[in-house]
């Protein structure tokens, strides 16, 4: 009978380019899909904001041609109501066209169509658990390699040690005031006060003198308030037993080239082995993955189900054995 086994596709053993780095997402192909996505939003987003500009255009339209009239036939010596054209139009203009600038709504039907286009999208979008998800990898990130907190807002991969970038992306990119405040907010919801001081800290501080954007979560009185009750539970501490090394487990295949071995958790007992897999290892077990990648599941009951503390994803698929160029992978 053909033996099956669960395979997990994690992004910081599978995709990132340096395979002690990067613990973020679940794997490539949900980044992929996600950026995709937006695509397709700034499309639907230009459409939109081409037609509020032609909606502005005409109310612009409406407004140069009343305040020519108020700069021209209103300020002649003659009483302009002796005019009854220009009385009528006045009427006309004051119950009419007003009523109808006024009580547009095109602006209404312009944002519905917007709002229509994202929710037919919506199933092919991050769910609030991704974003969750994604929170929490920066913030091991920023446990396991012991990053400067304001560096790494930055772009920049500093440890508190050393101020040197120890890993340097080709395309670099910051986080905002926003950004931070929202993994401040996922680690205060958990109650972890010691990472959402860190956080919300820097999103008081990119905050200050910047103005308010409509597509902000936050602002700097929601930072402040979380940071306030956070600083009034902070939980500080450090684990020795937690560590780094170079591993052999006594093996003589493995005394000239040992394995990197990382002391995750002691209960339960988690163990990260660095670079065991690799680059074209890799690329055939995404092959063979990605078209059965389902959210992974955990025992509930006599069934299986989805939780939101779980944000990997596995496929189960039969042994392989597929030779490649960078060796073979069973």
């Known amino acids: 009978m053909c ?57 612009k339209r409406f407004f140069s041609r009343v305040t020519s009239l108020h700069d021209g036939i209103y300020n002649e ?55 969750r998800g994604a929170a929490h990898g920066l913030m091991r990130l920023q446990d396991v390699y012991n990053l400067h907190v304001e560096s790494l807002v930055r772009g920049h991969f500093q440890q508190i040690s050393d101020p040197v970038d120890f890993y340097k992306l080709s395309v670099s990119d910051m986080l905002s005031g926003d950004d931070c405040f929202l993994v401040g907010k996922v680690a205060y919801d958990l109650e972890d006060y010691y990472h959402s001081v860190l956080w919300f800290e820097e999103a008081v501080r990119l905050f200050r003198g910047t103005e308010w954007s409509p597509e902000n979560e936050g602002t700097l009185e929601d930072a402040l308030d979380h940071l306030a009750f956070s600083h009034f539970k902070p939980k500080h501490f450090e684990n020795p037993s937690l560590f780094c090394d170079y591993f052999t487990n006594g093996s003589p295949a493995l005394f000239l080239q040992p394995i990197r071995r990382e002391i995750i958790s ?5 163990v990260l082995f660095h670079g065991f897999v690799t680059q074209a290892e890799a690329k055939n077990i995404r092959k063979y993955a990605m078209p059965g990648l ?4 955990v025992a509930s009951g006599m069934n299986q189900a989805t939780a939101e503390y779980r944000i990997s994803k596995s496929s189960l698929r039969p042994r392989i054995s597929k030779q490649s160029p960078g060796g073979r992978v069973s």
């Open 3 to 59: 033996s099956c086994f669960t395979l997990f596709i994690v992004l910081y053993l599978l995709n990132m380019p340096d395979e002690s780095f990067g613990e973020m997402f679940t794997s490539m192909l949900s980044v992929n899909q996600a950026v995709s996505a937006e695509r397709k939003l700034i499309d639907h987003l230009i459409i939109y904001i081409e037609h509020e500009a032609q909606r502005l255009e005409d109310i």
């Open 266 to 270: 002691l209960q339960p007992y988690v």
């Open 294 to 297: 389902r959210r992974s599941v």
């Open 77 to 131: 010596p003659s009483d302009p109501i002796a005019n009854p054209i220009a009385a009528f139009k006045l009427v006309k203009r004051l119950k009419s066209e007003w009523l109808n600038v006024v009580h547009s709504t095109e602006a209404e039907e312009n944002i519905k169509v917007l709002r229509e286009d994202y929710r037919r999208m919506e199933s092919s979008l991050p769910k609030l658990e991704d974003l």
